[in-house]
């Protein structure tokens, strides 16, 4: 059984910048994602990167804010996060599946997921 642990949350200033990570033990799985659930909504999809090629992918909403990569550390995924603004402020999951698909996208084929790590922007 794959663990995914998640690290980097924090409460920043709108505007500022957090850098998520999501380590996979024993390994990554073939496609790693982010996603966020605000208080009182649905869990959203934001991004998600294939470990097999480095295809990323991410929801239309992201414009160019977030960027999803493997990370130096092995079977590390990093979410880099800028331009915060105050409904970005999520509960933010860590997860993985066999691979980056629609059905990836929406939640349902995510056999792996992490505790989550606190976002709070602030205006």
């Known amino acids: 059984q794959v663990q995914l642990v998640e690290s980097g949350g924090g409460s920043v200033q709108a505007g500022g910048s957090l850098r998520l990570s999501c380590v996979a033990s024993?390994?990554?799985?073939?496609?790693m994602g982010w996603f966020r659930q605000a208080p009182g909504k649905e869990r959203e999809y934001v991004a998600a990167?294939?470990?097999?090629?480095?295809?990323?992918y991410y929801a239309d909403w992201v414009r160019g804010r977030f960027t999803i990569s493997e990370g130096d550390a092995k079977n590390t995924v990093n979410l880099q996060m800028n331009s915060l603004k105050p409904e970005d402020t999520a509960m933010y999951y860590c997860?993985?599946?066999?691979?980056?698909?629609?059905?990836?996208?929406?939640?349902?084929?995510?056999?792996?997921w992490g505790q989550g790590t606190q976002v709070a922007v602030s205006s």
């Open positions: 024993p390994y990554l799985y073939n496609c």
């Open positions: 990167i294939s470990t097999r090629g480095s295809s990323t």
């Open positions: 997860a993985g599946g066999p691979r980056c698909s629609t059905r990836f996208f929406y939640g349902e084929e995510t056999p792996g």
